[in-house]
């Protein structure tokens, strides 16, 4: 029986409980562009069954985690199929009737123990050094299920199980790991072993995409696969993810974080989708900066590597900045003006058309938001909306004698600026080069720097006078210019 034939159905199956972990949205991008790639559908599941571990707020924060990767579902919490919710909470009565399904084929039972009696048989397999297991005290009679009791699978068949595994291989387990489990809880819940079997096969799922924790309970998935009569899905274990160094799994320590943490810290979806995409899968070749489109196109199961792959944020960094690049005027506009501190956006002469002009320079350097945050916070950009304080011996190059050198020369270029053009930076640059070289760099353009930034380190003068304007430029060189005379 295989799963092959039909179309692609993909689906993420997150239990809500509250955080959004690197590994999981890995999860949910792979079944995405497999489903993608294949023009297929991808499912948003919420395993919402276990009402003790659930934190309130979690649907709508893995919603959002989601969304902001663009990792759109054909059907979620919020659209429905034609399977019904995709809430598993809203599915009980789907669950009941298969476990019916096996009480009538004589396959399930309620449980007939106390908790205290079940916990001596723990305790009696524990000093026996054997692991318990329940099958080993299956009763004989049992009454009726009437959903007030947990009720137990009756594993047909105690075997060992062979299956494929698309990244894997072929793989098998047995005996050890099948038992009388619990299917449905004395709540009305069903367990997780049970709900994602009859959920993946009621939404028509042909892949199932998860951890490599999976692989030991799949005998126990195999045997109700089997108990029920119906198709295996397609199996695809994904690497666990790294820390940095490739060595050990990703822990808080090496900063795994909940997911919007990063888009607060203003990393690009693009660039976490593509930073996702290669911890654990690379498509060949060189090149490791990928667009989402590029990413599904190239995305294929036989390239998932078996062994975990490294989440690092300096690599993470480095394709934010690569992403950034590929921004249009007005998204980088946007980032950088999002990025601005209140202590920059209240200068008396900050205006969105200055933050426009900044945000084309800086781009070029930055990679991160919170960069540009940190540099506008310790006044790098306040020359742009302010005009500048600074000592006037800073207007002295270095290898000058005197600071009075700087007095014609700024005279000069103050002249050459008046009608030059200022429609670029170019063409800044072109009115003032040939005096510039002639005169000596260092010494007409420092002073120029220091008249317009009241800085050491700046962008170049002549962006500095471009997104400075005419007025504003002409007016800070005869300011230094008083400065020196005065
Ligand atoms: N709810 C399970 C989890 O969050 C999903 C596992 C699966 O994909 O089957 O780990």
């Known amino acids: 029986m295989s799963n092959t034939n039909r179309p ?9 409980t509250g955080f959004m972990h690197i ?8 079944a995405y562009l497999y489903a993608k790639k294949n023009n297929g559908t991808f499912i948003l599941r919420i395993e919402d069954t276990d009402k003790n571990r659930e934190v309130d707020g979690s649907i709508a924060h893995i919603m959002e985690s989601l969304s902001w990767l663009g990792l759109t579902w054909d059907f979620g919490p919020d659209k429905p199929g034609l399977f019904g919710s995709c809430l598993q909470s809203d599915r009980l009565d ?6 019916q399904q096996l009480v009538d084929k004589g396959l399930a039972y309620p449980d007939p123990y106390t908790s205290e009696q079940l916990e001596q048989f723990r305790k009696e397999a524990t000093e026996e050094k054997r692991p318990f297991l329940f099958r080993k005290h299956r009763p004989d009679t049992y009454e009726t299920w009437d959903g007030t009791k947990p009720l137990r699978f009756k594993v047909p068949e105690v075997k060992r199980y062979k299956w494929h595994d698309e990244v894997r291989g072929d793989l098998s387990a047995g005996e050890e790991m099948l038992d009388d489990i619990i299917i449905m809880k004395a709540d009305g819940y069903p367990t997780y072993n ?19 924790e999976f692989i030991a309970s799949t ?7 089997d108990a029920l009569e119906i198709a295996r899905p397609i199996f695809v274990t994904l690497p666990p993810i790294m820390g940095p160094d490739g060595k ?22 693009a660039a976490m989708n593509n930073m996702l995409a290669l911890t654990g899968w690379n498509p060949g070749g060189n090149n490791e900066i990928f667009t989402m489109s590029e990413l599904v196109e190239k995305f294929s199961l036989d390239r998932i590597q078996r062994s975990g792959g490294a989440f690092n944020e300096e690599k993470l960094l480095h394709m934010n900045k690569e992403h950034l690049k590929s921004l249009s005027g007005e998204e980088k506009i946007s980032y950088f003006i999002d990025a601005l501190p209140e202590s920059t956006k209240t200068l008396p002469g900050y205006s969105t058309e200055q933050a426009s002009k900044l945000a084309v320079v800086v781009f070029e350097r930055a990679a991160l938001k919170k960069e540009i ?4 916070e310790v006044g790098e950009y306040d020359w742009a909306f302010s005009d500048p304080e600074y000592e006037k011996t800073l207007l002295q190059w270095k290898n000058d004698d005197s600071l009075q050198e700087a007095l014609p020369r700024l005279e000069n270029v ?12 170019e063409a800044i640059k072109s009115a003032v080069w040939t005096y510039a070289e002639e005169t000596g760099k260092g010494e007409v353009l420092w002073p120029l720097r220091v008249a317009l930034s009241g800085r050491q380190q700046s962008p170049d003068p002549f962006t500095l006078a471009y997104i400075l304007g005419r007025e504003k430029t002409l007016v800070r060189i005869a300011h230094a210019c008083d400065k020196i005379s005065g």
């Open 23 to 30: 590994g999981g949205v890995r999860t949910a991008l792979y």
């Open 219 to 225: 005998p126990k998935f195999l045997s109700l696969y």
């Open 194 to 212: 049970f709900a994602h079997i009859i959920d993946d096969l009621e939404m028509g799922v042909t892949h199932v995409m998860r951890g490599e």
């Open 414 to 425: 103050h002249k050459l600026l008046e009608d030059a053009d200022f429609s670029s930076t």
């Open 248 to 269: 050990k799994k990703l822990s808080k320590r090496d900063g795994a974080k909940d997911l919007l943490e990063y888009k607060n810290e203003g990393y690009l979806p």
């Open 8 to 16: 692609v159905v993909t689906r993420f199956a997150p239990s809500p």
């Open 373 to 376: 945050t940190q540099a506008a």
């Open 94 to 99: 789907i669950y009941k009737k298969y476990a």
